[in-house]
Structures are given as C-alpha cells and as structure tokens.
C-alpha cells in the first residue's frame, strides 16, 4: 500500500480571525503549519521568528487586512525571507495584487485571494493575479484552496475584489438607512432576509465581520474609485471610534 506525499509547510501570518482559522484548516488538511498572529503589528520582537519560520516555509499566507502601509512593512519581510520558488498567498480588502507584488522583488509568486469573517469551510475564496503575476502561480493558489476545502473563483485583480466590495457597500447602505432612521437594525436585516434570502442581514453581516474592517474596505474602494458611493456612512465611524465593532467587541448594531 503506497504512502501519501508529504504536504508542504505553510506560514499563515497576520489577523488572528484570518490566521488562526486559515490555519486550523491547514492542520484538518495534513498540512504542518505555523501561524503567528501579528495584532498591533508592526512589532519588531516578532521579526526574527518570523523570517525563520518564512525560511522553511514552501507556501505562505499572508492575511493583515490592514492598513497598507503594516501590510507593506510584513509583505517586505516576507519576500525577503521566503525560498524565492515559495509562493505567497496575500489577503487583497484594501489593496490590490499588484500593489502588493509592487512591494516584492518577486513579484511572480503573488497572488492575492480575498476572504470575509465568519470564516467556514466550504465557501467561495476569490484569487487574483497580479499584472506582472505568474499563471502558475494562480494555479498553485487555486489547487491548495481546493485542498483546503474551499471554491476558488478567479475574479480581475481589484481591491476589494467582488464579494468584500458589493457586500460592504450594502452594510453601508444599510447604516445610512439606521443614521436617517428609516427603520431599526433588526427590521432592515429583517426585510432584507426575507426579501432577498439572504443568510443574515446587512447590519448583522456587518457585526460578524467587524465594523473596524468594513469602513476600511470602503475608505480603500473611495480612494481607488474617488467616489462617493463608498463614503462610509458617519454612524460606521462613529462606531468605529467608540470601539463597537460587532461582535468581536460584543457590541456594534447588536449586542453579542
């Protein structure tokens, strides 16, 4: 009876709600991998243990949502310290893939993959190539979130990519309509449930992903668009700026 190959090693590095999830998935897979966590980065104590666990790594994850310039700072260490045949996997909320392989001298092995809380086996995980990005490289992606257990769907390399945008944009919509009080949280996620067959409403959506994440979303699209289709509504900053930020904080439109 044949043995299975061995799976090679992945270095899951950035949010613990990407982090720890992405990398209890890999371990479920057979996967041997390292997760550091990086809440408050940049954190120079962490530089060294990150760039030896980046060494013998054969795939790695990067997924700090952001803001760019941390992002920059941890795709910078990375790509130094990854065997240059590794290839890396970043998390594109508030940045493009080609911003991102901008920051690299490898810019090849980028691809970036987007991803909202409540993270859950089984969902769709988009991938996109970067312009100066290697086809390989996309395919390489594609097989191991297919390992994983999860729908890749290949979409044109954009920030927020498609899911992330048009979803913030209706948590949005949604915190204008409380602001201006046309109806309370509940019975907007009410309506739109049962009106569009939703899993849950926008205001709910918006406390499981955290609000601190959807304005930085929309601030990214704004910036990228210069539109003011994504002005993030004010009572979303001021939410922000009071730390109600959904669940993860156990309070936001509803108490948790």
């Not at 009410?190 to 939703?198: I, V």
Request: hydrophobic content about 50%; some cysteine.
């Amino acid at each position: 009876m044949g043995t299975q190959p061995l799976k090679e090693r992945v270095l899951i590095v950035g949010a613990s709600i990407f982090a720890e999830e992405i990398g209890a998935w890999c371990l479920e897979k057979g996967y041997p991998a390292s997760v550091l966590t990086l809440e408050g980065w940049p954190a120079p104590e962490l530089r060294p243990t990150l760039e030896a666990e980046a060494r013998r790594s054969a795939l790695a994850v990067e997924a700090l949502p952001y803001p760019p310039e941390a992002k920059q700072a941890l795709v910078e260490i990375l790509d130094a310290a990854l065997p240059p045949e590794t290839l890396l996997l970043s998390l594109c909320l508030t940045v493009s893939a080609t911003q991102v392989a901008g920051w690299t001298r490898h810019p090849g092995r980028v691809v970036g993959f987007a991803l909202l809380p409540p993270l859950s086996l089984g969902l769709p995980v988009e991938l996109a190539r970067s312009l100066p990005g290697d086809t390989g490289a996309l395919e390489r992606a594609r097989a191991w979130w297919q390992a994983l257990g999860l729908s890749p769907v290949v979409v044109q390399d954009a920030v927020g990519m498609v899911h992330p945008r048009i979803l913030c944009a209706l948590i949005n919509e949604a915190a204008f309509a409380v602001m201006e009080g046309v109806a309370a949280p509940e019975d907007i996620d009410t309506a739109m449930k049962l009106g569009t067959n939703y899993p849950r409403g926008p205001l709910e959506w918006g406390d499981l992903i955290g609000l601190d994440l959807v304005v930085a979303i929309l601030d990214a699209l704004e910036a990228e668009h210069r539109s003011g289709a994504y002005r993030a509504a004010p009572v979303l900053r001021q939410m922000v700026r009071a730390g109600l930020l959904g669940r993860k904080t156990g309070r936001g439109f509803y108490l948790w």
